[in-house]
């Protein structure tokens, strides 16, 4: 399916018709060309195709059409392939800008329940999606043939202030959509070439060079006075005076985008792109039931994620083509802890990449070549080492009740850094045993590094005792752990004293740990065109060193038209994904001996006593790698000017990881540097899926009084039998699978329906229109979302065969209709110039929706969507 290209003339081309010929894929939306010809057949058309795939269409005296973005749909493709061109990507309303926002019009992505959180707007890091089921970190992420995926620890919770972990994310570089041509989305039938997977597939392809010098810089914000708060009633007061990092009542957005493109001869090109996404997010300093009491002092967490980029294309001869790219997309954010002076935090991500790719095109087929470097983080730097709690007093003034907080956990590097090479080659259709074959087959090397290091010593310290100097018999003064000033206490006890120091401290020493690993992958497939039958048979082999396991996925699609006139098509797969290794899994096992348990002294002369070195918490044991199997049945049918999808898609997931306690799983320990409670990771995680989806796209734009519009309709129906917990989360209960009691049914733990990405079905409308006597283009996003139920536990217990087992209930969700547009507005100034301006509004009816709940069990407080919200952009483009 390929949706949201500009519709001005589209070619249907039977690849039958071209199998002599050496041709490049045929989708997408292409620009002006030059180089080999081709005829096509009937159409009173030719095209020109370059090496790197740029085609023009012309007439057959050689006239250009009149167009610059031509749509050329191959309809013999396999289903389970989206392509988002680079017309739909500037139509659709941008947000934040990030490559997973815009995947929302696709009807097998499903978002994180508070992605839209209303308490959180001020956030700008990518939206983590699940595809068809899967878990969100188990997607893979390409970018120009480039692996982009940050596998140190995404499921991390999304919390700044943990003793010695990071949040995490998915995505190894929060890429804006302003620098993509293409965005591809493969959900099921994928080929072989792609790997490391449970979810889908999301390769991004970079913009190419205009063939003239252009430019372009823009300038879009949002704010907390342009959207409309959707807050439960309870927590209205609460959130307006609130000092959370997840609630946010005050903020403001900018983002700036600036692009240089141009060749500077005629075979050689380059484009330079620089973007700045800022928010700034006010909150209070003290917590919100003690702004009467301590005032009313605010700060500010901040949030940036810069883009640099730089490309360059060089058209070596008639059969090479070289290209190169260095990208730099540091994040970092921001928070302060509410009440706890020299908190600070700021959370580190991101990276940088580069990537070579060369493109051959040989008398017998093509050789793609890529060859690229990354490092991305997971950081924390901290205002502060350590950690204090103390006495109130009159030096120690800002504390709650008898208590006053101050300092931090430390700092955190945490890195993923190594190289990538990708060989993929497609040969030239050729005739065997009465069938044609495309055979195509590749190789891909990886080398990684990963490293978790703390930085600093941090010691968290508690116990004040009375003191009337800060100054030792040495003559040494101690700042950090000793305050003069009279302390304020509850307790007459500790109440009055001259100043106070603290006698006892939990120590963490500096320490890394790190490993490297090495994986290859082989892959081969033939796409075997036999009459109206085509059959794409592959196999995929992958090995790592991480876990040492080498698997073997197979893959099938088939495709058969039904008439022999193309506009009815049959389709059907079956396939095997192994998904991606998390390196917490084993940068995690040990970290807990950097901590030296309870230290002590008795006044400020005495020398610290030597804590315990702590036990392990966590073993890590190398698994199998957890796989999905995948059925998928559908068809295509072209009829009225519209092509109709239906595909039914199944996943089962098998050998996922979940983290339980050894205990739970009887293997207590029995290494004493092992601690009795520790945890581990197994292959006992299962989940499974049913997924339907109907999609209706016009093959022509619908004209009228000089208008031109086009679009899309989407439905899906998701069905989670069983879904197992993220790594990160507990799954004791999972593992050990009691029986509980579920909407009146008694049922295994593990049978409950999945809690989070899982509308049961979701209907999405897209349309784009073109007025050009008015230099405007309007495009509508509707999206309908059937109301959904949640489980969660109740507290109560029900007899079951003579046993109490817990209740489990579904909280219900109502369904949820939102309409989000982009209007986009030129004024021409010059010949190749103009001033745009791009207005963005979500949820326009202002509609109320809830989102999700503040609690795992079924009372919690419901958190709601946001509400009307306003963007614009203003810019020039040359």
Known sequence: MHFGQQAGIQVSVDSRLLRDKSVLPLHGEYSGSEALQHLLSGSGLYWLEDESGLLTLKEANGAPLALDNIQISDHRSLLGETVIG??????????????TSLLKIHPNVQFDNKQQSSKTPGEISPAEISINGAKFYQNAFIVDGMNMNNDIDPAQEDTPFRLDSVPGTSQGMALDTDLLDEIKVLDSNVSAAYGRFNGGVIEATTRKPSQDFRGKVSSQMTRSSWTKYHIDDSQEESFENSSSYDEQPNFKKLTVRTTLEGHLTEDFGILADFTSKRSDITNMFYQAHNVAEMGSETADQRRRIDNYFLKGVWKANERLNLEGSVTYAPEENSYFRAGIRGAGVDIERGGAQINFKANWQA??????QTLGWSEYELSRDAESDDYMSWYKSDSKPWGVGNNTLEGEFG?????????????????????????IHKFRAGLELADQHVIYERLSESSTYVSPRATSTCTNSQGITDNLTCALGTTHHSNARYDGWDGQFLSTRTRYATGKFEFSTTSYALYLEDSIEINRLTVRPGIRLDDDSYMDKTTLAPRLAIAYDLFGNDNTRLQAGANRYYGRNIASWRLKEGRNRLRHNAETRTTLNSEWTMGNLATNQVKFNKLDIAYDDELTFGINHRWADFDFGLKYVNRKGRDQVIQVRGTTIGEPSI??????????????????????TLTVTPLQDFTWLGTRTNGQV??????SKKSSPTYFEDGDDYWSDPIIQYDGKFIHYSERPADNYNRPWTARLTTMTEIPQWNLSWSNFFRYRAAYSKVGSTGRRADYQGQEVA???????SNAFTWDLR??????TARNQALFVNADVFNVLDKTIVADSTSVNVTGIPTYEIGRQFWLEVGYRF
């Open 671 to 692: 290494d004493p540097t092992l601690a009795n409670s520790y945890t581990t990771w197994t292959n006992d995680g299962k989940s499974e899926t049913d997924i339907v």
């Open 86 to 99: 680079r017309n739909l990507i500037e139509s659709l309303p941008a947000g934040n800008g990030d490559i």
């Open 363 to 368: 008398d017998w087929g093509r050789i793609e």
């Open 823 to 828: 209007l986009s507005w030129e004024l021409p």
């Open 714 to 719: 989407a439905l899906d129906w998701i069905d």
């Open 807 to 813: 209740v489990w209930e579904e909280r219900d969700y």
């Open 411 to 435: 700092d955190i590097e945490q890195k993923q850094s190594g190289y990538q090479y990708r060989l993929d080659t497609q040969w030239n259709p050729t005739e065997l045993f009465g069938a």
